[in-house]
């Protein structure tokens, strides 16, 4: 069991569009910094995107102007909305809780972008 749940993922066409979500409990969202984070096979997991304590939103330089990362207090809940999605996007996604001395990891979600 674990206290991050991503969902969303799937399979999209090059240009296409898909939202993430990661649905957390109220003592982790409201204590905790969130972002995204992706990994392909043989590679290591890289950053994607976070948001700041004060709500700014942090990217990436390969996916800015493309992704967007949201949160929804009412829901506990922060979203990873993919546009313009590319081949290299390709990647299992994991939501990250972090508050410097722990951090917590969902179990990832699968995004394929293909033809």
């Known amino acids: 069991q674990t206290p991050l749940v991503d969902s969303g993922g799937g399979l999209a066409q090059p240009g296409g569009s898909l939202r993430l979500s990661c649905a957390t409990s109220?003592?982790?969202?409201?204590?905790?910094?969130m972002g995204w984070y992706r990994q392909v096979p043989g590679k290591q997991r890289e950053y994607v995107a976070s948001?700041?304590?004060?709500?700014?939103?942090h990217y990436t330089d390969s996916v800015e102007g493309r992704f967007t990362i949201t949160r929804d207090s009412a829901k506990n809940t922060i979203y990873l909305q993919m546009n313009e999605l590319k081949l290299e996007d390709t990647a299992v996604y994991y939501c990250?809780?972090?508050?410097?001395?722990?951090?917590?990891w969902g179990s990832g979600a699968q995004v394929t972008v293909s033809t």
């Open positions: 948001m700041s304590a004060d709500g700014t939103p």
């Open positions: 990250k809780a972090d508050r410097g001395i722990d951090c917590s």
């Open positions: 109220p003592s982790i969202f409201n204590s905790y910094a």
